[in-house]
């Protein structure tokens, strides 16, 4: 039972232009999601995050929007980097069940052409 | 301030042995969270620590065990070692307390039983 989902195994961008990953989720339990930015052979590295009392969280070049009806969240990478190429992992909690524990979808390869 | 620490990096052992990983957390992080990184199956979720207690656990067979010292450093055991247990095992920590979702993973144990 694959409660978050990522549907786009890879995706590929220009540099300079907006990078839109997506993520589906399943349990109407989950009330924080994360994304995380993975390189080979390192461990995932924190990016944003959003509360799902919120629809919008910003941080520089990165954009969480989460649609809760929809059970739907993305990140947006704008302008895009060739920095950016990496594995990026979107994560859920649902904290009156299962405390601190996350929930990940498979992950998106993103790789951002100069 | 240091990042999540993990030992050994790397691990060869052969089926039927037992195994046993080190994570330090980062400063001040009280929650150690465990997770299991393969190919078919993504991250999955073993167990979570705090305050030297197991505060929630994945579904993984009881071969897989751990604890938390009082330091907050946490070690992760696997007995009996199958050939399906080869993976990137990934420690993670936070703050722990009831808002604190992040979680900051360290490089991971690459281990791989032959």
């Known amino acids: 039972d694959q409660q978050v989902k990522q549907n786009s195994p890879s995706l590929s961008v220009q540099e300079g232009r907006i990078s839109i990953l997506n993520c589906d989720y399943t349990n109407s339990m989950f009330d924080y999601f994360l994304w995380y930015k993975k390189y080979p052979a390192e461990g995932p590295t924190f990016l944003i995050s959003i509360s799902s009392i919120k629809d919008k969280n910003e941080d520089g070049r990165f954009t969480v929007f989460l649609n809760k009806s929809a059970k739907h969240l993305s990140l947006h990478i704008v302008p895009s980097q060739p920095g950016d190429s990496a594995v990026y992992f979107c994560a859920a909690s649902a904290k009156e069940t299962s405390g601190s524990r996350l929930t990940f979808g498979e992950g998106t390869q993103l790789t951002v052409n100069p | 301030k240091a990042g999540v620490t993990q030992t050994p990096r790397y691990l060869i052992k052969t089926r039927g042995q037992q195994v046993t990983l080190s994570c330090s957390p980062i400063s001040g992080h009280r929650s150690v969270s465990w997770y299991q990184q393969t190919p078919g199956q993504g991250l999955q979720f073993l167990f979570e620590?705090?305050?030297?207690?197991?505060?929630n656990k994945g579904n993984f067979p009881g071969r897989f065990s751990g604890r938390q010292f009082s330091n907050s450093r946490s070690e992760m055991n696997v007995s009996t070692l199958e050939l399906g247990d080869s993976a990137l095992y990934l420690c993670a920590s936070s703050l722990g307390g009831s808002s604190a979702y992040e979680q900051y993973f360290g490089p991971g144990t690459r281990l791989t039983v032959t």
């Open positions: 620590y705090f305050s030297e207690t197991q505060r």
